[in-house]
């Protein structure tokens, strides 16, 4: 069977989902192909930090609408250490932006809800995505579909299928540069059902390592500790888990932890990533796709919301006016947020976890760094600027 469509978009994750709808906006035909259910899809739980510029896109394009009503806005942070907290006031340092907290899911549903409203068209469970032509101004999609195979001809393809996508893949490994960095750490994640410890997030650097309170509802907490990347989470009771949290984030006024069942466990590894050029030809990759980050900075899905807006502007701007120059600026335009990023998520990972083989001189380093941090208006001023995220046109 054979389709067509302008763009074919693979992958239904932020970057996928959003571009279509961009898309949409500006008239654009496009199919979005997705190998998992629409169920399993919203049901992930990954992210959950916006930042303000993707929350005023949201917003702009009328998809706030619940984020608005269940999400929870966020105006600091805190950075704890030495038995301390140190409020970062992001709204106070940024001119009055600040973050959203709502689930990477809950996002999800409100873009499949419109995309489908919309009459645009979604094909989950897909099997066997395979891309051709690339090079040449006739890309094609191969797939299987309700055990039909199928071809979709278009004139461009959007690589929104994450890190293990297959777009990234179909570049020539001499058409490309790939920077990558792996941590000597992961990150040991729990949803507990409890009330908020605290109303903004915590990051806490500490003797045991990197501990982070996180929150996803009033009922149900996120926390997260630094952990071996290759250890089996089979080998953390709950009791070890908590108990581990509770040293960590011990303060010397005695704050207190709420704790509850926990309802879910994982471990996850962590890396930088960055491939050179984000494009090859009519392929365009957008999101973890293209690069990942460490999420000490909370960054991947707004870096992927940052990508696909620059591609819909340089694809309406192809469509309408004939002009091909954005599309020929979109790896360099967007490589400059995806480095000032990979910087920021480096940099708030290097400074809060214990590494293996740091030494004395190493732990003062990184103890005078978060001194500076919360000490100098001009230091803090930098964290918050870059946790808020720097405006999409940047
Ligand atoms: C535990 C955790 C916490 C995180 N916290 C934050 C945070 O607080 N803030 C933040 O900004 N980011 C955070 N991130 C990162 C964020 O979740 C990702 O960066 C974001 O999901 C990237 O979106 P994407 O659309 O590029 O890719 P994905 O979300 O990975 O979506 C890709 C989609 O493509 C589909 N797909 C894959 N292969 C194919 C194929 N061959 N054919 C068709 N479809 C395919 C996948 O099933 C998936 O649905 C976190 C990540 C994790 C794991």
Request: proline content about 4%; some cysteine; hydrophobic content about 40%.
């Amino acid at each position: 069977m054979q389709m067509r469509t302008r763009v074919g978009i693979i992958g239904a994750g932020p970057a996928g989902l959003l571009l279509s709808l961009l898309l949409l906006r500006e008239g654009i035909d496009s199919i979005v192909l997705e190998i998992r259910s629409r169920e399993e899809i919203e049901a992930t739980i990954r992210a959950g930090v916006l930042e303000q510029g993707t929350v005023d896109l949201l917003n702009e394009m009328g998809l706030g609408t619940r984020m608005q009503r269940e999400g929870a806005l966020h105006h600091g942070i805190e950075l704890r250490f030495d038995g301390e907290g140190h409020r970062i006031n992001f709204t106070e340092l940024t001119n009055g932006r600040a973050i959203m907290l709502y689930p990477q899911h809950e996002v999800l549903k409100d873009l499949i809800d419109a995309r489908l409203k919309q009459d645009g068209r979604i094909l989950f469970n897909v099997e066997d995505v395979q891309v051709s032509n690339i090079s040449t101004d006739q890309p094609r999609i191969h797939f299987l579909h309700e055990g039909e195979q199928v071809e979709l001809r278009c004139d461009f393809i959007a690589g929104c299928d994450g890190f293990h996508g297959v777009s990234r893949a179909a570049i020539p490994t001499t058409e490309h540069h790939i920077f990558t960095r792996s941590y000597p750490f992961g990150w040991l994640g729990i949803l507990m059902q409890a009330p908020p410890s605290s109303e903004e997030l915590i990051y806490a650097y500490s003797e045991r390592g990197f501990a982070l309170v996180s929150t996803r509802s009033p009922e149900l907490q996120r926390l997260y500790i630094q952990c071996d990347p290759q250890d089996d989470i089979a080998n953390w009771s709950d009791e070890m888990i908590l108990a581990e949290l509770q040293v960590r984030l011990a303060t010397r006024d005695n704050w207190q932890l709420h704790t509850g069942p926990i309802t879910q466990k994982s471990i996850l590894a962590m890396r930088s990533f960055v491939i050179e050029p984000m494009r090859h030809g009519r392929l365009f990759l957008a999101g973890d796709a293209a690069h990942i980050v460490p999420p000490t900075g909370a960054k991947g899905l707004n870096l992927a919301v940052a990508d696909v807006r620059h591609l819909a502007r340089a694809l309406a701007r192809f469509y309408t006016q004939q002009q091909s120059d954005l599309l020929e600026a979109y790896s360099t335009t967007c490589l400059r947020r995806v480095w000032r990023t990979e910087h920021f998520s480096w940099w708030m990972t290097s400074m809060l976890h214990r590494f293996p083989d740091d030494d004395a001189f190493q732990q003062r380093l990184q103890r005078s760094q978060l001194d500076y941090t919360v000490r100098s208006r001009a230091a803090a001023a930098s964290l918050a600027e870059n946790y808020v995220g720097l405006p999409l046109d940047w």
